[in-house]
């Protein structure tokens, strides 16, 4: 179709969230999924323990998440929000999903990281699917990840270790630059010093128990938004959708009416 001033549209408008949300095990993460609004929830580990949610069970390869993610694109529904929980334990299907698509026996085979860069194929396939979900059936996705301490090559200063998603470098960067916001959740630290003898000073990290929703690249974490949030937040689903533009319009469902184009 040719380009026309036509086809012009205003960007800016309040468009469903797209969330990538890691942290510190058992802080909380899968409850402040389940608190968004009407969510479904795509488990390819068994994360929801007691939360009451609606589940297409636990997803033990990359095909069937394709397949869920195709039946909430074409199927009516009323969900307003898609979790997939989590991000870290889709890693591996994806990886057994390029081996055998290439005839590996797994993805280490081909050497020199070209199994992790096939990997991507998968990768862009699954973000294409969400992002459907989101353009063309308006709900809002939420990436749940674990934490991982890796070591961080600044060109500006000496290495130093930081949080980051559980993810290969590659996917990661991938992930990241789709997503709307990276929220870090952690809880609040603080360091005492105390005297260990002999002059010496030790210092300890201590923690009160509060959550918090880090959303700004710090030296300790990844963290990025696109909504002008807060640096750290209480971790709590009401709080954290009073600083994204999109919660302060009623959402609507938009129904399938047609078969969506191959998102795989």
Known sequence: MAISL???????????????VYGVAGIGKTQLAASAPAP????????LGTI???TFGLLRSFESAMEAITSLYTEPHNF???????????EPLIWQHTAEANGWKDI????????YVAALDAWRAF??????????????????????????????????DRYQPKLHARAAALVQEQVDAVLFANYRITTLKSDAGFG?????????????LHTVERPAFLAKNRFA????????????AAGIPFYAIPPTTVPATTAPTDRS
């Open 127 to 160: 973000l294409d699917g969400i992002n459907g979900l989101r353009d063309d059936r308006g709900m809002a996705v939420i990436l749940i990840a674990h934490a991982d301490i890796r070591r961080f090559d600044s060109p500006e200063t000496e290495p130093y």
């Open 108 to 115: 280490e085979q081909p050497g020199y990281g070209k199994g």
């Open 40 to 47: 479904v929830f795509l488990q390819t580990e068994d994360g």
């Open 200 to 212: 010496k000073k030790v210092v300890r990290g201590v923690t009160g128990g509060d959550r918090l």
């Open 80 to 90: 307003q929000t898609v979790v997939l929980d989590s991000l870290d334990w889709l």
């Open 52 to 54: 009451a949610a609606d």
């Open 229 to 240: 949030l807060p640096e750290s937040l209480a971790l709590d689903w009401p709080t954290l």
């Open 6 to 20: 036509a086809s012009l549209r205003r960007s800016g408008a309040a468009r469903p969230p797209r969330l990538l």
